[in-house]
């Protein structure tokens, strides 16, 4: 018995460790009709109750992001017990809706799931998985490299990626900068990937964890590439 409770302990300061900061929600915002651009968001609760909202405008075959496409704000009022911070996304994008009106962003062209890691899944570093509406083939790696620890903590990673297309042709791609050390964050994951509406561009949702003063915070940004397919 004395076992079993030490272990409960253990798991309980475990959980304490990981979460103690604060976890964002992703939002996937849509797609110009032509999937040059894409729009996304993220939105939440920060450790002082403070509701906030990110926005990016994406440049999909750059992989980059658009002039002024990048919009954050974290709010002064205090989140009531079970607001989840939506409301600051709401109060966010109102700004941004000339920069989403310029790049034709159609908020119903949100592509199609390719891969969704499921919550409590155990991430795996090489995907290998098939899209059954085309039959191609997709196997991606996470290369992350992690330099310093606590708050001196920075990490790089990037993604190689081979398609076997249904048309007989392999195709391969390294997405992402490898070179790039990111300040405060621990580790990655990729937690979707998505298919642009124009059947030939990808965006990997990466979750990244980042590390303050009040603990782990998870965090998302996204990386695209156009293939040719």
């Known amino acids: 018995m004395t076992k079993r409770w030490a272990l409960l302990g253990a798991l ?6 990981v979460f103690a900061g604060d976890v964002a929600n992703f939002i996937n ?8 651009y894409f729009l996304f ?5 920060n450790d002082n109750s403070n509701p906030y909202a990110d926005i990016f405008g994406v440049n ?3 992989n980059t992001f658009v002039p002024d496409g990048v919009e954050s704000k974290t709010y002064s009022s205090e989140a009531g017990v079970g607001q989840d911070g939506m409301g600051a996304l709401f109060t966010l994008f109102a700004d941004y809706v000339p920069i989403s009106k310029r790049y034709k962003i159609d908020h119903m ?10 919550n409590g899944e155990q991430p795996k570093p090489r995907l290998d998985f098939r899209d059954f509406v085309s039959n191609d083939q997709y196997i991606v790696t996470l290369n992350q490299f992690t330099y310093g620890s606590g708050q001196s903590v920075s990490s790089s990673f990037s993604i190689d990626l081979t398609i076997h297309s249904s048309k007989g042709t392999n195709l391969h791609y390294t997405v992402g900068l490898p070179n790039y050390h990111r300040p405060g964050v621990e580790n990655y994951r990729i937690r979707k990937i998505i298919l642009a509406p124009d059947k030939r561009s990808l965006v990997f949702i990466i979750e990244k964890h980042v590390r303050d003063k009040s ?14 397919l």
């Open 12 to 17: 309980m300061l475990f959980s304490h460790v």
């Open 29 to 36: 915002l849509g797609f110009s009709p032509d999937a040059k």
């Open 41 to 45: 968001g993220e939105y939440g609760v």
């Open 60 to 62: 999909v075959s750059r």
């Open 109 to 118: 062209l949100s592509g199609r799931d390719l891969y969704l890691l499921v």
């Open 215 to 228: 603990g782990i915070n998870v965090r998302f940004m996204v990386e695209t590439v156009r293939t040719d």
